[in-house]
């Protein structure tokens, strides 16, 4: 005999549900602290794009292109000259060390070299261990060793100038002219919180009770599995808002980080996607035969999550296999959608294709939860 | 199954054949039949780890019998669990309702997982009739065991069951909250309800209607108070004096001898068969020290039935 889902069971799941959420005090504190922690972290203390770098210059050429181009590279705010060296041996030295990331290096008779065409040779030796480090600071320095060398190389010199290019490419970083990391990272940042958080929460809700003995007395009334998994779903789909509001608000207050798009539209597909990351935590739940195991579980989807969805490293940098496993997570979707609406406003047409995929992982993700429920204590 | 439909008063409200559960390749419930009758207090005894709370589990849907059939309140154990819960007030041996809820809120979530009609006012007077109105806002966790009992047992009364499955409902629980909840049992038993309880008390296993004793899984006898000491066949005697001590020793490693008990300054001596016990206390005793014949009692009779299940089922 089936039984029918009731409504009043239901809510009766929900009411109970959101009386435990009150009394958890932790619970609420990791709800509310995640956020912010992580907004401090990602918002002010990581930088995808570093400047200041230390930089060691071994002049055995004073001449007054040597001076003008350290000046200018000064200026680029990305090399900060703090030391000088007499010799390459010191040099070597100091990248070894890792006291500093670049040594520039101007040879004997560089000006002359220079004046009488010969094509000299300038040494950038750069600490390229740490790629990530180190490209920006590099790609500024070809275009700012040009910037000098047109300035400098006037009057009579000006034949020495390099050769304007038969094609001026114009570059323009759309959404994002300034390259600010913080909008790319901060709308991202909620997708990541919502997914840590709520898949984590869930995770334990069904293993807590088996662990409590609590599920014993629940099994032995007439409550039906999809009662109990959707009455625990509810309370924390509100809990999610609260955390995506927190970083919304951060972002517009503290980051600036334009809403070209329509708000309403992104709290709507949030729902989806918050969703989907409750099922995949109640998933595990049923999985899991005790709250470590559905602990480890959470983290076990979180990590891919981290690192495969675009949101740490650039998606298309992925190889091909890494992409297919990054397409089924949410939060590959999430992200496009949340930065799309926010930083190109994106409207429904062009999110349409981000939506479905988050839809279907959320109702494989209810659908396995609820079959694997176990409805005895067999 | 052959259930009376004529005298439906009457028809068992558990009626279960052959029901058997293994875990591995452990056999926990070992072909139990048994029937429970309306109004009737039947009492579950046997030693921990003999399979009581594994039969109950079975009962109420939580567990699937491996092979057996029966019926509990005229529906089907496979076929219709979710009925049978929604008669049957199921009382965990552990408490096992949310510790982080208050009385109130716990009562409320039960009574609403139930559904049951004016459910504010039954759980007012579940509150009132527990005593526990001043302390309706404390929370579970924090009461201590003979409240969290009571309150477990208001709970799964709410609904109004027709049957009350209990896993030792008063472990650990003083002797005055003991006597309130079996004059509470009693009460409800003489209005209709059947109560199947799980006990180690051999006071309230003489409070109920019916008991049955279970051993390594299987049923070991059933019955009355008095038909259980009678089928056990148990002569017991009680030899009183100074001696008593020296003699448990020899007497125990005497074969024919059942248990020797110490009560106080004398001791209690079963066994099976009369004509031989009478022999070894006879050579052992001489004349000056006397031995009368007493009535055994359920005790006797359970440790020697515990003893008889070591023998043939270890």
């Known amino acids: 005999m089936r039984e029918r889902f009731s409504m009043g069971r239901f809510f009766a799941v929900v009411l109970k549900e959101f009386i435990q959420m009150r009394r958890d005090r932790l619970t609420f504190a990791m709800v509310v602290g995640i956020p912010i922690m992580q907004l401090v972290l990602f918002g002010f203390a990581i930088n995808s794009d570093p400047r200041h770098l230390p930089t060691a210059v071994l002049v055995q050429d004073p001449g007054l292109i040597a001076r003008s181009l350290v000046q200018a590279m000064r200026t680029s705010d990305y090399f900060a000259f703090d030391q000088e060296v007499a010799t390459e041996e010191e040099a070597q030295a100091l990248i070894e060390r890792g006291d500093v990331q670049f040594v520039l290096h101007i040879p004997v008779d560089f000006t002359r070299e220079l004046l009488r065409g010969e094509r000299p040779q300038l040494l950038l030796l750069a600490d390229g261990s740490d790629p990530s480090a180190t490209s920006n600071a590099l790609g500024a320095a070809r275009q700012i060793l040009e910037n ?19 094609v001026e490419l114009i570059v323009h970083a759309a959404y994002n002219p300034e390259r600010i990391s913080q909008y790319n990272i901060v709308p991202g940042l909620m997708g990541v919180v919502l997914t840590m958080t709520l898949v984590l929460i869930t995770a334990l809700a069904i293993s807590r009770e088996n662990e409590r003995g609590t599920m014993e007395n629940l099994l032995a009334t007439p409550v039906r599995p999809a009662e109990i998994t959707l009455g625990k779903i509810v309370p924390y789909i509100l809990m999610g808002y609260l955390q995506a509001g927190l ?116 109702v494989v993700a209810v659908a396995v939860g609820l079959t694997r429920f176990r409805q005895t204590l067999d | 199954m052959e259930r009376d439909v004529d005298r439906a008063d009457t028809a068992p409200i558990i009626d279960v054949h052959e029901l058997t559960k293994s875990f591995g390749d452990k056999v926990v419930v070992d072909r139990i039949s048994m029937k429970v009758l309306p109004g009737e207090i039947y009492g579950f005894l046997g030693p921990n780890g003999s399979g009581k709370t594994t039969f109950m589990r079975m009962l109420c849907g939580l567990l699937t019998p491996d092979s057996g059939s029966g019926t509990c309140l005229g529906h089907d154990l496979v076929q219709e669990p979710t009925a049978i819960k929604r008669s049957v007030g199921y009382m965990t041996q552990k408490f096992s309702h949310y510790t982080d809820l208050t009385i109130r809120e716990n009562l409320d979530f039960v009574a609403r997982i139930f559904e049951v009609p004016d459910r504010r006012k039954t759980v007012d007077e579940a509150i009132a009739r527990l005593g526990l109105g001043a302390r309706q806002k404390q929370l579970a966790g924090e009461l201590s065991g003979g409240w969290k009992q009571r309150l477990a047992l208001a709970a799964c009364m709410l609904h109004r069951p027709r049957l009350l499955l209990l896993d030792e409902p008063t472990a650990g629980v003083d002797p005055k909250a003991r006597r309130d909840f079996w004059e509470q049992i009693h009460k409800l038993a003489a209005e209709g309800l059947s109560v199947l309880i799980t006990t180690h008390y051999m006071d309230e296993a003489e409070r109920c209607h019916r008991l049955a004793y279970i051993a390594y899984g299987r049923l070991m006898t059933e019955g009355t108070v008095r038909d259980v000491i009678d089928q056990a066949n148990l002569v017991t005697y009680r030899i009183e004096g100074p001696a008593v001590r020296e003699l448990t020793e020899r007497l125990r490693s005497s074969d024919g001898v059942g248990q020797v008990v110490a009560f106080g300054n004398a001791i209690h001596v079963s066994g099976e068969d009369p004509d031989r016990l009478t022999g070894i206390l006879g050579s052992l005793l001489g004349t000056e020290q006397a031995y009368r014949p007493v009535p055994a009692t359920l005790e006797d009779v359970f440790i020697s039935l515990m003893k008889r299940a070591e023998d043939n089922y270890r």
């Open chain 1, 148 to 166: 000098v060398l047109a300035r400098e190389l006037v009057g009579s010199n000006q034949w020495l100038r390099p050769e304007a290019s038969s």
């Open chain 1, 247 to 362: 970083i919304l608000v951060a972002a517009r207050v503290i980051f600036d980080v334009p809403m070209s798009g329509s708000l309403p539209l992104l709290l709507a597909v949030m729902l989806i996607f918050i969703s989907a990351n409750l099922a995949i935590g109640i998933t595990f739940s049923t999985i899991a035969r005790n709250q470590l195991q559905a602990m480890q579980m959470g983290f076990f989807f979180f990590l891919p999550s981290i690192l495969l969805s675009g949101f740490m490293f650039p998606f298309r940098g992925m190889p091909v296999w890494a992409q297919h496993i990054g397409e089924i997570l949410p939060l590959t979707h999430f992200l496009r959608i949340a930065r799309g609406i926010l930083l190109k406003g994106n409207g429904p047409a062009e999110i349409a294709p981000e939506v479905w995929p988050m839809t279907l992982f959320a």
